[in-house]
């Protein structure tokens, strides 16, 4: 299927070509000087002072907890309506993901009141996600986890450049998880970065990320050290020299980009806020976004089936975000609960659509699109 007009899209031009043909001409392609680079100007964006390039988002969130120690039998509380990498990143500690409701049908993120009522006394810590980007209520929160004494990581997945009272989302917690997977604003294909200020998580998430050997094989390279010991039980979660100057590349675009998205999604709410069968989450929201994703509520009347498959012979390509993990069948056979345990998510999980936003779109495209979502919305009645 060609799309005319695709859910995300990467914006790569000949700098990214320049640059990885530049690396593959230094013939060095594992974790080395471009990764350590580009280390450098992420914690410099982010102002945090250490970032720890990874492999994934997802093992951005494990190191994380790993980091702090999160210990089996031990509680995280973690949205449900979100990728299943933030929970599975609990799973893999061997500890138990609590999940909390989303706000409201107009704010997806999780809501404080929900996940003041499930704090227990195994409960270690907090994942919060700041979905399509737009900040989560990060003050309540972290009122709530001083009072509890609660670690928070920042699944910043979506978030990349939010800001909010002149710092940048990723670094309200302990530790803030950014990925770089192929569909979001900062793409390198696969791979993730780790932002704190505290010096120990750091060294320990570098530690952890190459099998937890003291002298990683660059600094054997460069003749820094000639033997190394292993003192922990790590992962291969290095970063490639190619996602690096990928990412080196990305980053420079990042804030005019996020700027051109910003404009495409205010394209979007004027041409779809007074549309009759659907609505616009996140109108008049408090803080800043990233404007990752462009989600929309249907109608409980409109078929969400048939509006998807209707957009697809346009080709338009839509998504889902999310069906919420609580109800994804791994987890619904190994954590079974009640359905309705969680009716905001729910709901959202059962009417929302993701449209098209990516910087290679033109509000031509975005026009386009609003123009077919009209014309579909009267034949998907259920
Ligand atoms: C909210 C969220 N968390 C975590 C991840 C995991 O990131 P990655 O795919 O880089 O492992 C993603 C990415 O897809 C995501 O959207």
Redesign the pocket.
């Known amino acids: 299927m060609k799309w005319k007009i695709p859910l995300f899209d990467l914006d790569y031009n000949q700098r990214e070509i320049t640059a990885v043909s530049r690396v593959l001409r230094k013939r060095w392609l594992t974790m080395g000087e471009k990764v350590e680079e580009l280390e450098q100007k992420m914690s410099k964006f982010a102002k945090a002072k250490y970032a720890v390039a990874l492999s994934?988002?997802?093992?951005?969130?494990h190191l994380a907890l790993r980091a702090l120690n999160l210990k089996p039998g031990e509680e995280v509380l973690v949205p449900s309506l979100?990728?299943v990498?933030?929970t599975n990143a609990v799973l893999y500690c061997g500890a138990k993901p609590v999940f909390v409701d989303s706000t409201s049908l107009n704010d997806f993120n999780i809501s404080v009141d929900d996940l003041e009522r499930k704090i227990s006394s195994k409960t270690r810590g907090i994942i919060v996600?700041h979905?399509a980007g737009f900040l989560a209520d990060i003050d309540k929160l972290k009122k709530l986890a001083r009072k509890f004494g609660l670690f928070i990581i920042e699944?910043s997945?979506?978030a990349i450049g939010t800001k909010y009272r002149m710092k940048i989302a990723g670094t309200f917690g302990d530790v803030g998880?950014f990925?770089?997977?192929s569909?979001?604003n900062l793409a390198t294909g696969?791979?993730?970065m780790a932002v704190t200020n505290n010096e120990k998580l750091a060294r320990r998430i570098r530690l952890l990320r190459s099998h937890g050997m003291t002298s990683p094989t660059w600094e054997r390279f460069k003749a820094v050290s000639f033997g190394y010991d292993v003192v922990e039980l790590g992962y291969n979660y290095r970063m490639t020299e190619v996602s690096a100057v990928l990412g080196l590349e990305q980053l420079k675009k990042l804030i005019p980009n996020n700027r051109k998205r910003k404009r495409l999604y205010q394209v979007y709410v004027q041409n779809l806020k007074k549309v009759e069968g659907l609505f616009i989450p996140f109108l008049d929201y408090p803080r800043d976004s990233s404007y990752h994703l462009f989600p929309v509520i249907l109608n409980d009347k409109i078929s969400r089936k048939a509006f998807m498959q209707k957009l697809k012979e346009k080709k338009i390509q839509t998504s889902i975000h999310y069906l919420p993990v609580h109800q994804l069948s791994y987890y619904r056979k190994n954590y079974p609960r009640k359905s309705g345990s969680l009716p905001v998510s729910e709901e959202i999980g059962k009417r929302e659509v993701t449209l098209p936003l990516h910087t290679r779109m033109s509000e031509k495209d975005v026009l386009y699109v609003c123009e077919q979502v009209k014309n579909t919305l009267k034949f998907c009645r259920k």
């Open positions: 994934s988002g997802t093992a951005a969130l979100t990728f990498a933030s996600v979905y699944d997945a979506h998880c990925s770089f997977f569909n979001k696969e791979g993730g």
